[in-house]
């Protein structure tokens, strides 16, 4: 039902920001809530962060908390994740993903994933 196509991602030096977008298509965008998730080679894909349908109540993993945020603009059918304070462990490929809830969201119990941007943290 949504087609997401992540960007923003690249190569940035430790302590470095960066900020990804999550651009959406489908009439329907607005009604999902939207997460962030994280996979480095042969790890599991890891949640970071949610946002629900509405915006205002977010959700991170402890990792990212104070350094990531996530925001929405269903205006522009698109998620934002800002990323502050870099360090190497958020080297990943970073995707976003629709669920009918955060907490679906959160459990990856997705609809829809995005094909990923890369994120590299020189040290």
């Known amino acids: 039902q949504v087609q997401l196509v992540e960007s923003g991602g690249g190569l940035v030096q430790a302590g470095g920001s960066l900020r990804l977008s999550c651009a959406a298509s489908?009439?329907?965008?607005?009604?999902?809530?939207v997460g962030w998730f994280r996979q480095a080679p042969g790890k599991e894909r890891e949640f970071i962060a949610a946002i629900r349908w509405s915006g205002g109540v977010t959700y991170y993993t402890d990792s990212v908390k104070g350094r990531f945020t996530i925001s929405r603009d269903n205006a522009k059918n698109t998620v934002y994740l800002q990323m502050n304070s870099l360090n190497s462990d958020d080297t990943a490929v970073y995707y976003c993903a629709t669920g009918l809830s955060t907490q679906r969201v959160i459990d990856k119990r997705v609809d829809s994933w995005g094909q990923g941007t890369q994120v590299t943290v020189s040290s």
């Open positions: 489908g009439r329907t965008f607005s009604n999902y809530a």
